[in-house]
C-alpha cells in the first residue's frame, strides 16, 4: 500500500515592487507631516510665550532721501554767500556735514548742522573730527521746521521744493541782511539775490544755487519755474551793457529801487524792478 502524500506550504509570494515602494513611501509621507504638526505646534507655543518689546530707539520719518551735493556745487554755495569768520551758518538737513565742514575750513565760520536721522548725525559728527573742526561746527540731531534760524546769519541747505515752502516763515524771521543758499530748489514766489549754473562731471549735468536776501523779495507774477537770473544778477548785466553802450555805469539799475520796502504776494504795489519784469 502506497504512502499517503506528504504536503507542503509554499512561503508566501512577495509584494511586487512597485507595491513596496507605494508603501514606503506612504509611511515616510506620514512621519514627515506628523514631525511637521509638531514643530508647527512648538513654535508656536514658544512665540506664544515670547513678549516682544518695541525699538527704544525707532528709526524717524525722514522728510527726503540723503543725497550728497558736489563738491563744486558746495564750493558755489560758498562763494555765492560770501563767507567770513564772523558768520553764523546753519546747514539745513546736512546729511554728511560736508557743507558747513567745508564753508568752516574755507571761511572760519562757526556753524551747526541739523539733521533728523541720527545715521547721518553720527555720520556728520565723525566727519567734523576727521576734518578738525570741533571748535567751529556742532553738529545736532533735530527736526529742521522747528528751527529758529534768527540766531543765524546764513542759512544753507539741498532739500526738495515742499521744504523749502515750509520753511519760507522761518526764513523770514532771519535778521535783515541774512542770507538763504539752496541747491537745485528755488523759493517759489520769491525774487533770489543770485543765481548760478554749476556744471557737475564728465557728463556735464547741470545744478543750479540760488540764493536769498532777508527781507525775502515776493514777486507773486514769477512763473512757476526756476528763475534763471537774480536781482543782483540783472543789475550787473545792466552795468555790463551800459559800460558796452558808453552810457554812464550804475552799480544798481534804475528799476531797483531797493531803499523801497519789500512786498507780500497780493499786495498792490511791486518793487520797481518786479514792475519792470511784468511790463517785460
Not at 556735464?204 to 543750479?208: E, N, T, W
Not at 528799476?255 to 519789500?262: C, G, V
Given at each position: 500500500m502506497?504512502?499517503?502524500?506528504t504536503?507542503v506550504?509554499s512561503?508566501?509570494a512577495?509584494?511586487p515592487r ?8 506612504l509611511?515616510i509621507?506620514?512621519?514627515?507631516i ?9 513654535l508656536?507655543q514658544?512665540a506664544n510665550?515670547t513678549?516682544f518689546?518695541p525699538?527704544p530707539?525707532?528709526?524717524p520719518?525722514?522728510?527726503a532721501p540723503f543725497?550728497t551735493?558736489e563738491?563744486?556745487?558746495v564750493?558755489?554755495?560758498i562763494e ?5 569768520k ?5 546747514d ?5 556735514g560736508?557743507i ?9 565760520c562757526k556753524?551747526?548742522?541739523f539733521?533728523?536721522?541720527p545715521?547721518?548725525?553720527g555720520?556728520?559728527?565723525?566727519n ?5 573742526v570741533?571748535q ?5 540731531e533735530?527736526?529742521?521746521?522747528a528751527?529758529?534760524l ?8 539741498y ?9 519760507t516763515?522761518?526764513f523770514?524771521?532771519m535778521?535783515?541782511g541774512s ?8 523759493i517759489?514766489g520769491?525774487?533770489p ?5 554749476v556744471k557737475?562731471?564728465?557728463r ?5 544755487v540760488f ?5 525775502l523779495?515776493w514777486?507773486p507774477?514769477?512763473?512757476?519755474k526756476?528763475?534763471q537770473q537774480g536781482?543782483?544778477?540783472r543789475a550787473d548785466?545792466?552795468q555790463a551793457?551800459a559800460?558796452?553802450s ?5 552799480t ?11 512786498t ?7 518793487d520797481?524792478v518786479l514792475?519792470s519784469?511784468?511790463?517785460e
Open positions: 502506497d504512502s499517503p502524500e504536503r506550504d512561503p508566501p512577495p509584494l512597485s507595491r513596496s515602494n507605494v508603501v514606503a513611501v509611511v509621507g506620514g512621519v514627515a506628523a514631525a511637521g504638526l509638531i514643530g508647527r505646534q512648538v508656536t514658544r510665550n513678549v518689546t525699538d530707539h525707532p528709526r520719518r525722514l522728510n543725497v551735493s563738491d563744486v556745487v564750493d558755489k554755495m555765492l554767500a560770501e563767507l567770513t564772523d558768520d553764523v551758518v546753519y539745513l538737513g546736512c546729511g554728511d560736508r558747513i565742514i567745508t564753508a568752516a575750513l574755507q571761511s572760519g556753524g551747526t548742522g539733521d533728523i536721522d545715521e547721518r548725525v555720520e556728520a559728527q565723525k567734523v573730527e576727521l576734518h578738525d570741533k567751529l561746527v556742532t553738529i545736532k533735530q527736526d529742521i521746521f528751527l529758529d534768527s540766531k543765524a546769519n546764513v542759512a544753507m541747505m532739500l526738495l521744493p515742499w521744504m523749502m515752502q515750509r520753511l516763515p522761518q523770514e524771521k535778521q535783515p542770507k538763504i543758499v539752496s541747491h537745485d530748489f528755488y517759489e520769491v525774487e539775490e543770485r543765481v548760478a549754473e557737475v562731471g564728465t556735464q549735468s547741470r545744478h543750479f540764493m536769498y536776501t532777508v527781507p523779495r514777486n507774477d514769477m512763473p512757476n526756476p528763475p536781482i543782483a544778477d548785466a545792466a551793457a559800460e558796452k558808453g552810457a554812464k555805469p550804475t544798481v539799475p534804475p528799476d531797483d529801487d531797493r531803499s523801497k520796502p519789500n507780500k504776494p497780493g499786495d498792490a504795489r511791486l520797481e514792475k519784469d511784468a511790463r
